[in-house]
């Protein structure tokens, strides 16, 4: 209860694009550090964008150039947006929270997660 919640996962064109969505019920996005992480069926959970309070972003690089995360803290919504989609991109996507400024890709330094949508991209 009162965790973020993702919306927008669905499948997929390759080459296509898809939006992921996160709203926090509970938390006021603007005094968090927010980001997407993805785990792919039968590997680890991985970071794949963040983005601090004030806007700084940081990027998996093999995402780099096609996915762009940004947040509107007056709707308390973090967003992903998925283009030139890559069936490698198959995943449940979590959106994820920490409370202070730097960006990490370490899992265990997040503090708050949703429960995931699943993104499929078929080949």
């Known amino acids: 209860q009162g965790l973020p919640m993702e919306s927008g996962g669905g499948t997929g064109q390759e080459e296509g694009s898809l939006t992921l969505s996160c709203v926090l019920l509970k938390h006021t996005l603007s005094t968090w550090t927010a980001g997407w992480f993805g785990q792919a069926l039968g590997k680890e959970i991985e970071f794949v964008a963040g983005i601090t309070w004030r806007g700084r972003t940081d990027y998996l690089d093999s995402v780099k150039d096609r996915f762009t995360i940004s947040r509107d803290d007056r709707k308390n919504t973090l967003s992903l947006q998925m283009d030139r989609l890559k069936p490698e991109a198959t995943a449940v996507y979590y959106c994820?929270?920490?409370?202070?400024?730097?960006?990490?890709?370490?899992?265990?330094?997040?503090?708050?997660w949703g429960q995931g949508t699943q993104v499929t991209v078929p080949s």
């Open positions: 994820a929270l920490r409370p202070n400024s730097d960006l990490t890709r370490v899992r265990s330094e997040w503090t708050y």
